[in-house]
């Protein structure tokens, strides 16, 4: 037998009709959805949360046509794997838009990159600057920082970059692959990066803006959960952005996560967190606070010491 739907196939036994629009989720039926999404990605689902997931999955579970117990006896079955994917990404939040964070970007371009350059003492040495936006959503923190930076390369051609941007959502990283976006998420783009960056749609993209290809070619865009190891991403960012995501997570949670992304920081690199994300930083994590949402790791005096001395030993042996 072939059908369309793997759900409908398993649950038909137990045939549930679909939420009523005004039904709330369970008791036990959210907790155990908070459990299970806990469980995967962390994010924890208070039961203040219960009436957000009943507006998240009422659509979903229309178009399964189970309803909430039915819903979760499919979560428990093999065939019923995939779906946690999608439950995740329907109950996590991806609101984002262009430059949000203003501080971040100022620092980023004031501060960050005119430090990383002044640590070569010869303009025309090779290096590569790394800036990691995790946590991504659909993109537009990644483009963001990928403007500044590319901008500011323009005066050293001798230096190579790269953005990776990542988030737990499958359907998000898509969207940002594409890297199309609507006016009101491009507010705080000014009329000169929209000229250099981007392309006006027309027709049925009339209303929308995309990233021209020699920006979105910057930006690697991946799948990644933060609590699934190994990462496809290498060590030594010179900036990671993590912004707006360790609020969803318990304090031993955000600790961990804290002690991972300052691992995947080089020397004197900075860690980017919300505004309203009372980082939780430890002697350990060898961070020490720069700005209010802004964390510099250890190290930068000593690496910039060491390169120094490194530049200074070849160039006598090339005398
Ligand atoms: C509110 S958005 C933040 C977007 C952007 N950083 C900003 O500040 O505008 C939070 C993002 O974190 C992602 N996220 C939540 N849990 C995650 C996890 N365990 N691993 C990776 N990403 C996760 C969500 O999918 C969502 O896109």
Known sequence: MFCNSAISCIIVPTVQAAPNPMEMIGHREFLFLADLIA??????????????????LHRRLQKLGVDYKG???????????PEIRILVELVSTNFTYFFREQEHFDCLREMVLPEWISSFPHPSTAGKFRLWSAGSSTGEEAFSAAMIIWDFMQEHPSKDWQVEATDISDRVIDEARKGIYRTKQLQRVSREDLRQFFLKGTGPYDGTFRVKPFLRKKVNFQRLNFFDHPYPVEKGFQVIICRNVMIYFDRETQHHLCQTLSDYLAPGGYLMV???EGLITTFEHQLERVLPSVWRKSGNRERIASRRRADQATEKTTE
């Open 39 to 56: 469980s995967k990605s962390r994010i924890q689902l208070g039961p203040d949360k219960r009436a957000l997931v009943t507006a998240r």
């Open 71 to 81: 819903y979760c006896e499919f979560l428990k079955t093999p065939a019923g794997m």
């Open 274 to 276: 919300g505004h309203s």
